[in-house]
């Protein structure tokens, strides 16, 4: 097609604008793929630990160091080209090591991963990212190469997980002329399906069911409807909010079939769920609550309670107020799990995320979510609350408007720790966009408002409510997590002070905030997904805190966003004035 016909095209069809974001010099299908691969990772990461019963391991540390590399990877504006086989490379690492440990030979998923290298091959340049994205969210892979002599998944399910697969991997090696929009729109339908099945295989791991569920059969429907929806000649509004209630709907049954079979199993669901029972009865949750005796309230196991690094256990409470005050009006009128609220939140997140991006790309943001297995196990299953990314989300989606913005970064900020990693680098894209004196404007809005929510609970407890809050950050919790710390604890190299881990992780955050201020227009996604790559390297690298990065890969990127701003040009790029051709500074 010529170029004028080609312009033409893109003023009248809003799919096929998506399209012209498929040279792989601008690098955004390299972005997207390496995303989702990232996504395949960390949850076949995650699979492996619960097909071998281990907790917290050396493999699983290597499993997320792979996803912080290519994660890293995703957030630049022209990722190298050989991204695509280093992303193949780390996922088959990933694979490979998980069948040798459990199979008795991991012949099986080699011939597998030899598959995924020869379709990736064959595709074309622009849609590798994509071969290989499917290959690592296929995580039944495990099932059938991994451990052969345990059958996960029911047989009609795994035959569904197989033709998804199939479908998608022929749509990408397929040589014939088709539309890009369609050939897109169709690979997204594909990876959707295969995330759906990832998903349901997590579930299998984490809770049984005999014969075939209600989420199992709807994720069946799901596998071959979604092919079939991308073939339809639909309006493309129609198709794509048909998908989204079908996938979020497979979504939200099996994150039901968790919730009602498991238990409160984690110290951090009950802790939250004790605090806000507390502040209902009048009391102040950070004076009066005491972890061990929160764990008796729900009959939960003592041992599962954080210790402090010298043996005892934590008696305080460690989150800020938001993160009860949410789901306190749910336990007033009775609610007696607060994951279903959690679950609620995850999907109201699904319905968010997406209206940030064009058609062709939200079912690939769904991936990120219904194919992640930290989602599934660490905020439905383990009920770890999911308030602050919600609000992190919305706050980047309302940039543009200052107060709004800015309250809903600092309602983040008063819901979870983990939000304010974010800070210094939302406050360098305000200043990079529209100047210092917004940017510091800003910081005091965000900054009032998380204390407003606190501040009856600092002025009750001052001592009780800082201990508690500064704990995960700067308390003596015991070393744990999924990052450098856990190749200490296994004696795989040194293990390092409280504080020398946490200067690491800081010289790691300093340096990323550099690089981003100085070099801002050779990465994308960077102000959302970088502020948490240093918490690998900290004393305390818990999973939760990497809960949604691949997702934020796509938010972040202007270049997926329905419309993408014009080049800055030198003059309104030296400008400060608060125009809005000053806002896409970062992706000119």
Request: hydrophobic share 60%; aromatic share 10%.
């Amino acid at each position: 097609m010529r170029e004028p016909k080609l312009a033409e095209a893109l003023r009248r069809n809003p799919e096929v604008t998506v399209e012209r974001r498929f040279d792989p010099r601008l690098g955004v299908a390299m972005r997207v793929g390496l995303a989702l691969t990232a996504t395949g990772i960390a949850s076949a990461g995650l699979g492996r630990r619960a097909l071998s019963g281990s907790g917290a391991d050396v493999p699983l540390a290597s499993a997320f160091g792979c996803f912080v590399i290519v994660l890293l990877l995703a957030t630049l504006q022209r990722p190298p080209r050989a991204s695509v086989w280093i992303a193949l490379a780390l996922t088959a690492g990933v694979y490979v090591a998980t069948a040798n440990a459990l199979a008795d030979t991991p012949l099986g998923m080699t011939l597998y991963l030899a598959a995924a290298a020869l379709a990736t091959w064959r595709t074309a340049t622009h849609l590798r990212p994509f071969t290989v994205a499917a290959f690592a969210l296929w995580t039944p892979a495990l099932d059938v190469f991994a451990s052969p002599a345990i059958a996960v998944l029911p047989t009609p399910v795994l035959i569904a997980a197989m033709f998804a697969l199939a479908y998608t991997v022929l749509v990408l090696v397929d040589p014939s002329r088709v539309h890009p929009s369609d050939r897109l729109r169709r690979v997204g339908f594909g990876l959707v399906a295969i995330a759906i099945m990832a998903a349901l295989f997590d579930r299998h791991l984490a809770v049984g069911s005999s014969g075939l569920a209600p989420d199992d059969m709807f994720a069946i429907v799901v596998a071959f409807a979604l092919p079939l929806l991308a073939y339809a000649r639909w309006r493309p509004t129609v198709r794509d909010l048909i998908a989204t209630l079908v996938v979020l709907t497979t979504f939200a049954l099996v994150g039901l079939a968790c919730i009602i079979a498991v238990p409160y199993h984690a110290d951090a669901v009950a802790a939250l769920h004790r605090a806000a029972e507390l502040f209902l009865n009048g009391q102040d949750p950070y004076a009066v609550f005491d972890l061990p005796e929160a764990l008796a309230r729900f009959h939960m196991d003592p041992l599962l309670a954080t210790h402090l690094d010298d043996g005892s256990v934590v008696h305080t409470y460690n989150y800020p107020a938001l993160s009860f005050l949410v789901v306190a009006p749910f336990v007033a009128l009775g609610l007696g799990d607060v994951r279903w609220v959690f679950l609620v939140e995850v999907l109201i997140l699904g319905l968010v995320a997406t209206s940030r991006l064009r058609l062709a790309w939200r079912p690939m943001a769904l991936a990120t979510i219904v194919g992640n297995a930290i989602v599934l196990r660490q905020q439905i299953l383990a009920g770890i609350d999911p308030t602050w990314v919600l609000l992190t989300v919305a706050s980047w989606l309302a940039v543009r408007r200052a107060w709004l913005s800015s309250i809903l970064l600092g309602l983040a900020f008063a819901a979870r720790q983990t939000a304010w990693f974010v800070a210094p680098f939302y406050v360098a894209v305000v200043w990079q966009r529209w100047g210092w004196r917004e940017a510091v404007r800003r910081a005091v809005i965000a900054g009032a408002v998380a204390l407003v929510v606190n501040l009856p609970f600092l002025f009750i407890a001052p001592q009780r409510f800082i201990e508690g809050v500064s704990a995960p950050i700067l308390g003596p919790l015991e070393p744990d997590g999924v990052g450098l710390v856990r190749f200490g604890l296994a004696g795989i190299g040194p293990f390092l002070s409280r504080g020398t881990y946490g200067a690491l992780a800081l010289v790691v955050f300093a340096a990323l905030l550099f690089v981003f201020v100085r070099w801002r227009r050779a990465v994308t996604s960077a102000p959302l997904v970088w502020p948490f790559v240093p918490l690998y390297f900290a004393w305390r690298s818990l999973q939760n805190y990497f809960v949604l990065a691949t997702l934020f890969v796509l938010i972040a990127d202007d270049e997926l966003a329905p419309e993408v701003p014009p080049p800055v040009t030198s003059a309104s790029s030296s400008s400060r004035s608060g125009t809005a051709a000053d806002a896409p500074a970062l992706t000119s």
